[in-house]
């Protein structure tokens, strides 16, 4: 672990643009990587944020195929809503590119053929699914099949999604081609390997003896399970007609393997946002005094963690990570996001249906933050952290405080007369709160970290609800100017330690104690937010506190300042706006049902005497009631047009019996009579069920009258 390093380069993963951006991206990377980003920023850190769209592999391919456009117009597409998204959201990259810039070709064609001179690369010539009828090799999700190891007919080439399993595409047994639906063949290929194997002593010594102890157990486990499990010779390259050409001879026709190509997407962002702000891009990735962080999700650990560290190791000048803490998933109402099945929360869908809650959100995600174990996204408990933590404990401390600094005082700060031992208490409390936090987030904590920011605003809470100065000023207002002196350095101290989690409400806040009148007061922080290190120029204001002021400055705010009016910091979240949100998701997964939902196989064949010997006549329930101890069964009287008879029914569960009082009916009136609990049920109401496995009454389009037969 590199201590007090110069500058820092921090790389959230490059997000795929083949669909938008849900929360569980949210959660697992780009939050966190922005909590830590602002963070050193506002410690006076050298930083360089790096992201961009990968837009290169198989599954952009498949996706301009389905849509009936091109892999071009597809990246473009998703990669203009992805990052308009991260913009209104303040993720505050210093850079975001995209795989298919020049820039990125460049970096990395140069990157593979270093490898090829030095040696690093084995060639062989293996054997591959080909389709025949599509005069093309199969990437891995081009095929389907049988999982050799549980059975699921729906494995793909690379991975059984139901038990797990990496694959290759020659296990899958019945593979089909996606394209044409043919059965593919093998053909003979050349491609080029990255021999990972080589690589086993020093990831061992880099990985397993050297992070031991400071790297998450979750990545780490998963690192010492594939390094024990044996590495083995990984292919860098392959036949595709998307993604960056393999720039050696003897190579035509053949592409980049997206995840070779893609890791190196942080080094060319790097250069783009280098070359634009006139900065040497070489340090943030060579110089051993910087520190590299790359923020992941669980599914990227081995890449990160083993094979691009291995192609860095074989380059020879680039420095490795020093962490790579991937957090794990996050699920939505209990059931595992999806993009396909359209199972999530997407991010621009909510900025423009919770506007000007953005923070809202990222609160949200990071108090319940997948960091340890999956953990479950619901929108209950998203109300419920607005409405009971937000708004009850953070937005009314500082409401309180504004709105009697300008009752009492005209919104001018007092000056403090003598503190007493629960002053200094308070403001000596206060003082350690940059440490704690500080503690948690170099740990990777930041679940931990907001919590105790909270505590800071429960800290203010509770020292105004124990000194009560709306009372104390009926008979001591002397002593009230002190109290709401201290009150306000609380306030003023969550301006600057809610900016890496709240920045949008540390901005608001920042206006309403109007600390950009104080630059006198603090001139040392400013030089560190220069406009052209910073890309979100609508969250940072040019602040006048530091992180550091605050444990070594009592003067937060001085006496004689002049704070604005009170501003709602957060607004409560009705359930009805909650509802609406429940009820989009029941109808996706109703649409999911539906989709998904296949017919039960034909019957053995019958001959139309058989069917004749059915006698279906359209009736009405006119009685029903539940059978006495019986959850499942209504006894119902129904009029067949022959006559009124009594027929049970299991449908209780599904139906009251008010509600189908009047109910056109199927009868099937000639089934032989057979007693449930004593009671003869004489004929059978016929149903189906729909996309939600809900009970549905076979009734008649068309208004036949009882008696009516079914032909």
């Known amino acids: 672990m ?42 006076g850190k050298d930083v360089a944020f790096i992201c961009g769209s990968d837009e290169h592999g198989v599954a952009i391919s498949m996706k301009a195929k389905k849509e009936g456009i091109t892999p071009q117009e597809v ?68 095929v389907v099949g049988t999982c050799p190891k549980c059975g699921n007919d729906g494995a793909y080439g690379d991975q059984c999604e139901n038990c797990g399993s990496t694959l290759n595409a020659t296990d899958l047994i019945n593979p089909k081609s996606t394209i044409t639906g043919e059965t593919p063949v093998l053909k003979s290929t ?74 190196i997407g942080y080094i060319s962002s790097t250069k783009e946002w280098a070359a634009r702000e006139g900065k040497d891009w070489e340090p943030y990735w060579k110089d051993q005094d910087t520190k590299l962080v790359h923020f992941i999700g669980k599914d990227n650990i081995v890449f990160h963690c083993i094979i691009f560290p291995a192609m860095l190791k074989a380059e020879g000048s680039y420095i490795l990570p020093d962490n790579v803490p991937a957090n794990e998933f996050l699920n939505l109402e209990g059931n595992k996001l999806s993009t396909s099945k359209n199972w999530a929360v997407w991010l621009h869908e909510y900025l423009e249906e919770f506007p000007d809650k953005q923070d809202v959100l990222r609160y949200a995600l990071t108090s319940n933050a997948p960091e340890t174990k999956d953990n479950d996204f619901t929108w209950k408990d998203f109300q419920a952290r607005n409405n009971n933590e937000l708004v009850a404990v953070f937005g009314n401390f500082v409401n309180r405080v504004v709105v009697l600094t300008n009752k009492y005082y005209d919104g001018v700060i007092p000056a403090p007369n003598e503190f007493t031992e629960v002053d200094e ?12 936090i500080s503690s948690s987030v170099e740990r ?17 809470n509770k020292y105004l609800a124990d000194e009560e100065p709306w009372k104390v000023m009926k008979d001591n207002p002397e002593r009230v100017k002190t109290q709401m002196y201290v009150a306000l350095q609380i306030a003023a101290a969550l301006s600057v330690l809610a900016e890496p989690f709240l920045p949008f409400t540390a901005a608001k806040l920042s206006k309403i104690l109007n600390l950009g009148d104080l630059k006198e007061h603090f001139a040392g922080f400013s030089k ?31 006496a004689g300042h002049k704070i604005g009016e009170a501003e709602l910091l957060f607004a409560k979240i009705e359930d009805e706006e909650i509802q609406k ?85 199927s009868v099937l009136a000639n089934l032989a009579p057979r007693a449930l609990r004593g009671v003869e049920s004489q004929g059978m109401i016929l149903m189906t069920t729909n996309a939600e496995g809900k009970l549905v009454f076979v009734n008649p389009d068309a208004d036949a009258p009882n008696g009516a037969t079914v032909n």
Request: charge should be negative; glycine fraction near 6%.
């Open 528 to 558: 560190f937010l220069k406009e052209k290190d910073r890309n979100a120029k609508d969250i940072f204001l040019d602040k006048t506190l530091g992180w550091n002021d605050i444990s070594e400055t009592s003067d937060l705010l001085p």
């Open 75 to 142: 990246i473009d597409k998703y990669d203009g809503i992805i990052r308009k998204s991260f913009a209104d959201f303040g993720i505050s990259f210093n850079n975001y590119s995209r795989t298919s810039a020049k820039i990125h070709h460049d970096t990395a064609s140069e990157f593979f053929r270093t490898l090829y001179d030095k040696g690093d690369f084995i060639e062989e010539t293996t054997e591959q699914l080909y389709d025949a009828k599509a005069n093309q090799f199969l990437a891995d999700r081009f």
């Open 190 to 263: 050349k491609h080029w390997f990255l021999p990972l194997d080589r690589y086993d002593a020093f990831l061992r010594e880099w990985i397993l003896e050297g992070h031991k102890n400071d790297w998450k157990t979750n990545v780490y486990g998963q690192v010492k399970s594939w390094i024990d499990a044996g590495l083995e010779p990984r292919a860098v390259t392959r036949d595709l007609d998307w993604g960056i050409d393999v720039p050696v001879e003897g190579a035509e026709g053949k592409k980049l393997y997206v995840w070779f190509d893609a890791p």
């Open 444 to 460: 990777y904590r930041f679940r931990e970290a907001l919590g105790e920011l909270m505590n800071v605003a429960r800290l203010g």
């Open 425 to 436: 208490q308070t403001l000596a409390e206060l003082k350690a709160y940059p440490a704690v």
């Open 2 to 43: 590199i201590q007090d390093p110069k500058r820092y380069t921090i790389t959230a993963a490059l997000p795929y643009t083949n669909g938008p951006i849900h929360i569980g991206h949210l959660a697992g990377v780009y939050v966190p990587a922005d909590i830590y980003s602002r963070y050193l920023r506002l410690q």
């Open 581 to 665: 949100q429940i009820d989009k998701l029941e109808a996706t997964k109703t649409a999911n049902l539906a989709e998904n939902k296949q017919a039960e196989p034909q019957k053995d064949l019958i001959q139309f005497e058989d069917f004749a010997k059915m006698d279906i006549r359209i009736g009405t329930i006119l009685e029903a009631e539940k059978m006495p101890k019986a959850n499942k069964l209504l006894v119902l009287k129904v009029d067949t047009g022959i006559d009124v008879r009594t027929i049970v029914s299991g449908i209780a569960e599904s139906f009251s019996p008010e509600e189908i009082i009047g109910k056109r009916v």
